[in-house]
T-cell receptor, first 111, second 114 residues
């Protein structure tokens, strides 16, 4: 069974701080996605990374796929209260569109 | 203009009952999914249908039976509900069953079994 471990599990920071969330596995993924989920809603896709070593930026968010395609990181610069939510990574092994989700990181950004 | 909708939003029921959750997507997608999110927020795939055909069937008790009457609908029927079935159930859809097809999630159905 593939397992995607995220760290930290919980993160509470002040507005303006930087943070990094990690997603690690012993399995190789053909692609890896990051989602954000807000209370009472479903996850929303933020980004998909496909190539080992790939870096993608989405405004203040920077996503990186590990060279071996087993891990990924999400870095947020100058966090804002609107960044608060549950961040989930999800790996696709290439067998159809079956996603294996990570254990989740609950982020809270306070004023 | 809701893309993926689920009913009901909340469902509270007694152990042993049978209940259904409905899902509809108006995106014209061919593939739909059911996920279960437990109390620790862990999200796990249960089923997936592509063009009304079952393509993913994870290790789920056979008390859970999905039904896809057409491409736009995927319902989940649960027999003999147990306490451990309490969770948030999410429906999702994607254009196709390829790994490059983005999955769009519904708002979830919070099921509480007493």
């Amino acid at each position: 069974t593939q397992l995607l471990e995220q760290s930290p599990q919980f993160l509470s920071i002040q507005e303006g701080e930087n943070l990094t969330v990690y997603c690690n596995s012993s399995s190789v993924f053909s692609s890896l996605q990051w989602y954000r989920q807000e209370p009472g809603e479903g996850p929303v896709l933020l980004v998909t990374v496909v190539t080992g070593g790939e870096v993608k930026k989405l405004k203040r968010l920077t996503f990186q796929f590990g060279d071996a395609r087993k891990d990924s990181s999400l870095h947020i610069t100058a966090a804002q209260p609107g960044d608060t939510g549950l961040y989930l990574c999800a790996g696709n092994t290439g067998g159809g569109n079956k996603l294996t989700f990570g254990t989740g990181t609950q982020l809270k950004v306070e004023l | 203009d809701t893309a993926v909708s689920q009913t009901p939003k909340y469902l509270v029921t007694q152990m042993g009952n049978d209940k259904s959750i409905k899902c509809e997507q108006n995106l014209g997608h061919d593939t739909m999914y059911w996920y279960k999110q437990d109390s620790k927020k862990f999200l796990k795939i249960m089923f997936s249908y592509n063009n009304k055909e079952l393509i993913i069937n994870e290790t789920v008790p056979n008390r859970f039976s999905p039904k896809s009457p057409d491409k736009a609908h995927l319902n989940l029927h649960i027999n003999s509900l147990e306490l451990g079935d309490s969770a948030v159930y999410f429906c999702a859809s994607s254009r196709g069953a390829s790994g490059s097809d983005t999955q769009y999630f519904g708002p979830g159905t919070r099921l509480t079994v007493l």
